[in-house]
């Protein structure tokens, strides 16, 4: 089932806040965040496993809550080079009975303006 | 390091034909996926792959095949491609961690 992520588009100006949603229907083991810019690949950005533990960049935050299988990820005084899609993505852990299997939401579109 | 690698990267296919794509990956990375990408739909999971001789069936594998002889190889097939099937296509590899590495997409088109 994918996720679903909200808001589908946000436009900020530069040095504004942002924070984008991701809702799922299962039980989330894991949640990954990832940038894509026109024309790119998606670039890695956030995980977060079940537990609380989070692996990504330092200029990023993201929240995970399992009693409502949303995660949230925060994107504080935006800059221009913040602009692209934001997708997340839900999966299982490895070593469970899933397999790594990763599937994304259907996107955020987040435009920075100076 | 070349990461991913995918070949090619454009082509154009007649309804009906076959065709092949490459995923290569230099990292030594157990588990291997093949995504499609649509405006509006995201990423979808076509086919994956959790080690070498092992493929698993994602969310939308119908008119596909995969194979993955050689750990560092996940090759993705195209029977009789359908215009359906234009998109763009995106290989990715994970390490322990999780953290998905993604090729260049190659861009099918398929008329």
């Known amino acids: 089932q994918q996720p679903v992520q909200s808001p589908q588009a946000v436009i900020l100006r530069e040095g504004e806040d942002a924070v984008i949603n991701c809702s799922s229907s299962k039980a989330l083991y894991s949640v990954h965040w990832y940038r894509q810019k026109h024309g790119e690949a998606p670039v890695f950005l956030m995980i977060?496993?079940?537990?609380?533990e989070q692996k990504g960049h330092e200029k990023i935050s993201a929240s995970f809550n399992e009693k409502k299988q949303q995660s949230s990820l925060y994107l504080t005084a935006s800059q221009l080079s913040y602009s692209g899609t934001y997708f997340c993505?839900?999966?299982?852990?490895?070593?469970?009975?899933?397999?790594?299997?990763?599937?994304f939401g259907q996107g955020t579109t987040l435009q920075v303006k100076p | 390091n070349a990461g991913v690698t995918q070949t090619p990267k454009f082509r154009v296919l007649k309804t009906g034909q076959s065709m092949t794509l490459l995923c290569a990956q230099d990292m030594n990375h157990e588990y291997m996926y093949w995504y499609r990408q649509d405006p509006g739909m995201g990423l979808r999971l076509i086919h994956y792959s959790v080690g070498e001789g092992t493929t698993a069936k994602g969310e939308v594998p119908d008119g596909y095949n995969v194979s993955r002889l050689k750990k560092q190889n996940f090759l993705l097939g195209l029977e009789s491609a359908a215009p359906s099937q234009t998109s763009v296509y995106f290989c990715?590899?994970?390490?322990?961690?999780?953290?998905?590495?993604f090729g260049s997409g190659t861009r099918l088109t398929v008329v």
């Open positions: 993505g839900t999966g299982g852990l490895w070593g469970s009975s899933n397999t790594g299997k990763l599937i």
């Open positions: 977060l496993l079940k537990g609380g």
């Open positions: 990715a590899s994970a390490p322990p961690d999780l953290a998905f590495t």
